[in-house]
């Protein structure tokens, strides 16, 4: 396990919090399996009804672009540890709730689409920087990005990897509320508090229906993603443009 995520447990909430605040949050792999196990542990333990996905000053920076480019030494075909996360959270029963503050990049924006509710900081900085590192789409976004926010919003996000904030994203439907800074945390609490007030089986077949009708094309969208983004993790401009990433943090 790592110090990186916290997995702290009060009441019927469980929190899975992101815990590497020097290196913005960025998700190394050991940190994925760490989240996947949270949430699978949040899964068996039936005192849990709700599951808070949070950061601090920052949600995520996404993957570790060290890792990233370290994908050329690692065979082919490991599945990689952002899908187990990917795994766990797209078949999780229970409620997510997503606190987003500061930077929420790649994988810390995608993710959102499998949270339940997400509340943003109005000042949270979002981005899918995915074309500018020569990679593609993941975590479902290619499907889900535009049935959420529609095309035109998906593909300039997608497309340009164009920046956007907490305010900007729940207004497009993508977080549920954005609220001050400050507040973030307490309102994720608070909806989450709500939530797990509830009764659970109608809550979880509830979200079951919600995301029925998506759940088949998810799963081939995934499947293509994933054959795509292991292309581009592993060619030349991806390569390079890790190089420009890890050359300029020194
Ligand atoms: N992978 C590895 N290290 C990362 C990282 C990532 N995804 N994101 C940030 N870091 C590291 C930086 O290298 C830096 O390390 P250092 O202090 O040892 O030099 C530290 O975290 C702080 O980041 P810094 O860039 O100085 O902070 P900032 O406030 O100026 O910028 C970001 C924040 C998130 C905009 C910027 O760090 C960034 O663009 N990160 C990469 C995001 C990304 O492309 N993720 C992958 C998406 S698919």
């Known amino acids: 396990m790592t110090e990186h995520v916290l997995i702290e447990r ?7 919090r992101l815990n590497r605040p020097e290196k913005k949050n960025a998700l190394t792999r050991a940190m994925y399996h760490a989240m996947g196990a949270g949430l699978r ?35 082919p075909k490991d599945p990689g540890a952002a899908f187990d996360f990917l795994e766990a959270i797209t078949g999780f029963a229970k409620p997510v709730i997503a606190a987003v503050r500061g930077n929420a990049v790649g994988i810390g924006t995608t993710m959102l689409l499998h949270c339940d509710v997400v509340v943003a900081s109005e000042t949270a900085r979002l981005m899918m920087p995915f074309t500018r590192l020569a990679l593609c789409p993941e975590a479902g976004s290619s499907l889900l990005m535009p049935a959420r926010v529609g095309p035109a919003l998906a593909n300039w996000w997608l497309l340009a990897g164009a920046g956007f ?14 609220v ?17 007030a509830l009764p659970t089986g109608s809550v979880q077949a509830s979200k079951r229906l919600i995301r029925a009708p998506h759940a088949a094309a998810l799963k081939e969208a995934m499947a293509a993603e ?20 890890l050359k300029k943090a020194g």
């Open 180 to 196: 001050p800074d400050a507040e973030v945390e307490a309102t994720a609490t608070r909806m989450a508090v709500t939530l797990a």
């Open 41 to 75: 542990q949040a899964a068996a333990d039936g005192g849990v009804h709700v599951v808070l996905l949070a950061g601090g000053q920052d949600f995520t920076a996404g993957n570790d672009i060290g890792d990233f480019a370290a994908a050329g030494e690692r065979d």
């Open 226 to 245: 994933r054959v795509t983004f292991g292309e581009r993790l592993r060619s030349a401009e991806a390569q390079a443009a890790f190089a420009g990433f």
């Open 165 to 178: 904030s907490g305010a900007e994203a729940a207004a497009a439907g993508l977080a549920t509320r954005a």
């Open 10 to 16: 009060d009441g019927a909430i469980l929190t899975i």
